[in-house]
T-cell receptor
Framework: DQQVKQNSPSLSVQEGRISILNCDYT??????FLWYKKYPAEGPTFLIS?????DKNEDGRFTVFLNKSAKHLSLHIVPSQPGDSAVYFC??????????????FGTGTRLTIIP | NAGVTQTPKFQVLKTGQSMTLQCAQD?????MSWYRQDPGMGLRLIHY???????DQGEVPNGYNVSRSTTEDFPLRLLSAAPSQTSVYFC????????????FGQGTRLTVV
């Protein structure tokens, strides 16, 4: 049973426009969420995170929104740049993970920025 | 500062062979984890460790063994390779307590024929 779902396998966005990547989860115990970015032949790199006590976290061009009642989070990238083309993974952790050693990942969304 | 180093980067095994995927970190992180990435399935946790001498199973542990004799190293052993273990393997480290992010190595692409 996929507890973290990214229902869009791919997304294409024009350079300069907003990219919105979505993630849904089913386990209400999850209390911390992370977004990772992955280029081909490289390991995932951390992008941004949000705790369940917040509904928004912003870092430069990246903003993550959390809607706990809908069990939904989204990553907004504004403005989108060609270097943002990558696969984006949503991940979740629950309170029994003392240090996020057990992350549950979504299946990923491949974002392509069109110049 | 190398961060998280995985070796080898690529490996081809025959069914039934055994091998060890190496993971070394110089970040002095307490926690380490192994994930595998398969098409359409995201990353799935194989085994993890919260400190030297302490390991536990993740979501997909069958066919794999781990040990953690030092803080720096967390090898993943395939006991008898099967085609179903063809995957990309990632090692990750975390600082320890609290909500911190995981740092990943570059991955090992394993093909079992």
């Amino acid at each position: 049973d996929q507890q973290v779902k990214q229902n869009s396998p791919s997304l294409s966005v024009q350079e300069g426009r907003i990219s919105i990547l979505n993630c849904d989860y089913t386990n209400s115990m999850f209390d911390y969420f992370l977004w990772y970015k992955k280029y081909p032949a490289e390991g995932p790199t951390f992008l941004i995170s949000i705790s369940s006590i917040k509904d928004k976290n912003e870092d430069g061009r990246f903003t993550v929104f959390l809607n706990k009642s809908a069990k939904h989070l989204s990553l907004h990238i504004v403005p989108s740049q060609p270097g943002d083309s990558a696969v984006y993974f949503c991940a979740a952790s629950h309170p029994f993970n003392f240090g996020n050693e057990k992350l549950t990942f979504g299946t990923g969304t491949r974002l392509t920025i069109i110049p | 500062n190398a961060g998280v180093t995985q070796t080898p980067k690529f490996q081809v095994l025959k069914t039934g062979q055994s091998m060890t995927l190496q993971c070394a970190q110089d970040m002095n992180h307490e926690y380490m984890s192994w994930y595998r990435q398969d098409p359409g399935m995201g990353l799935r946790l194989i085994h993890y460790s919260v400190g030297a001498g302490i390991t536990d199973q993740g979501e997909v542990p069958n066919g794999y063994n781990v040990s953690r004799s030092t803080t720096e190293d967390f090898p993943l052993r395939l006991l008898s390779a099967a085609p179903s273990q063809t995957s990309v393997y990632f090692c990750a480290t975390l600082l320890g307590w609290g909500n911190t992010e995981a740092f990943f190595g570059q991955g090992t692409r394993l093909t079992v024929v």
